[in-house]
């Protein structure tokens, strides 16, 4: 059974833990993305009141198998979808979809949202993750940074 809850129902490190295994299928993730993933999940222990707030846990019974996050400073204009993942040996079951529509929800529930945003790649699974729930892609830019295997930068948005 799939439960979401949240943040501070688990240990420090979690985000961290499920980010290093969501993007263990190219150990260059690990090399790029370190620091921001400790940053984040430092940021979301170090702030529970945001952590409980933006974002969620996904789980079957008590594991932790994903989380999705969000930036709510820039409503109503919009809201921005950060980090999103699914621990790898859970992917392509259908729980990211059922994270992020759950995310969506959340979302949708502060009071005169214009839009929500997401940024990604395009050689990864998450365009099409983003679509299915109803993402529209707005821009797509080069990629030029050294995270450049992943492929260009994707821009999506759902309009409220």
């Not at 999705?68 to 079951?93: A, C, F, L, M, S």
């Not at 990864?124 to 529209?136: D, M, Q, T, W």
């Not at 707005?138 to 295997?149: C, F, H, L, P, V």
Request: hydrophobic share 30%.
């Amino acid at each position: 059974m799939v439960l979401f809850k949240k943040f501070t129902d688990f240990p420090r490190g979690t985000l961290y833990d499920i980010l290093q295994d969501a993007y263990s299928f190219d150990p260059r993730n690990k090399e790029i993305w370190d620091k921001n993933w400790h940053d984040s999940d430092d940021f979301f222990y170090d702030n529970p009141s945001i952590a409980d707030t933006c974002g969620l846990v996904t789980c079957i019974e008590d594991v932790p198998i994903g989380f999705v996050t969000w930036d709510p400073r820039h409503r109503p204009e919009y809201v921005e979808i950060g980090h999103n993942g699914i621990r790898e040996q859970y992917k392509g079951n259908g729980y990211g979809h059922m994270q992020l529509e759950e995310g969506i929800r959340r979302i949708k529930k502060y009071e005169g949202l214009q839009k929500i945003i997401v940024c990604t790649n395009c050689n990864l699974i998450a365009p099409r993750n983003y679509e299915s729930v109803g993402f529209k892609l707005y821009d797509r830019k080069q990629n030029k940074t050294e995270s450049a295997y992943m492929g260009d930068f994707l821009y999506y948005e759902i309009l409220l």
